[in-house]
């Protein structure tokens, strides 16, 4: 069984397009997690959830809108996709909130704007 | 063989010998340092992690030592195997599980 599962695993669509990046875990952890990997392989957070609550928003595009409809999944729309777009996005877990332990994360979504 | 983390990037060592991977930190005020192993299409792997208040913590074949004094990390690997080639990160926090990621650093294990 994959712990934390995303989908699609490659997503390739042109310039201005919207598009949305699922990612469910079935760890029953309480957190997850949306970062980005640029193509010097530099991985960044973008934000965290609790039990369907942002807690961390780091400084990100409104074009990006995390979504949480339970604390099993955290799904990621992007509006309006730009060139630098382009990257590898990683969904992650963790048990809890507030504690620091390590995260666990899925394969990746390979998103390239043509 | 021994890499200097962002000065460079990619480390090559035999198999059998023990390897060395340095990260320098950031903030002196984080308190938590995980390892990550990324194979080529696959996500970040937990290896190890330690605390501030520790300086070594030891798990299957790996070392992670922690010098507060220089924010300074290294993950060791004992008699290195192919199947340890992959790029390493480390990775620091603070608060809130918000983890800042090393540059990485590229393991290559020659058989």
């Known amino acids: 069984d994959t712990a934390v599962s995303q989908t699609p695993k490659y997503l390739v669509t042109q310039m201005g397009n919207d598009k949305s990046i699922k990612c469910e875990q079935n760890?029953?952890?309480?957190?997850m997690y949306w970062y980005k990997q640029d193509s010097k392989k530099f991985l960044k957070i973008m934000f965290s959830y609790n039990n369907k609550e942002l807690i961390i928003n780091e400084t990100v595009p409104n074009r990006f809108s995390p979504k949480s409809p339970d604390k099993a999944h955290l799904n990621l729309h992007i509006n309006s996709l730009e060139l630098g777009d382009s990257a590898v996005y990683f969904c992650?877990?963790?048990?809890?909130?507030?504690?620091?332990?390590?995260?666990?994360f899925g394969d990746g979504t390979r998103l390239s704007i043509l | 063989g021994e890499s200097v983390g962002l000065h460079l990037p990619t480390l090559s060592v035999q198999e059998g010998d023990n390897s060395i991977i340095n990260c320098a930190y950031s903030n002196s005020a984080s308190d938590y340092f995980i390892w990550y192993k990324q194979e080529s299409g696959k996500g970040p792997q937990f290896i190890i992690d330690i605390r501030s208040n520790m300086d070594k913590r030891q798990g299957q074949r790996v070392t992670v030592l922690l010098n507060k004094t220089v924010k300074h990390l290294s993950l060791q690997i004992a008699a290195t195997q192919p199947g340890d080639s992959a790029v390493y990160f480390c990775a620091e926090t603070l608060r809130f599980n918000k983890f800042y990621f090393g540059s990485g650093t590229k393991l290559n294990v020659k058989p």
């Open positions: 992650a877990s963790s048990q809890e909130s507030g504690v620091n332990q390590p995260q666990h």
């Open positions: 760890l029953g952890h309480d957190t």
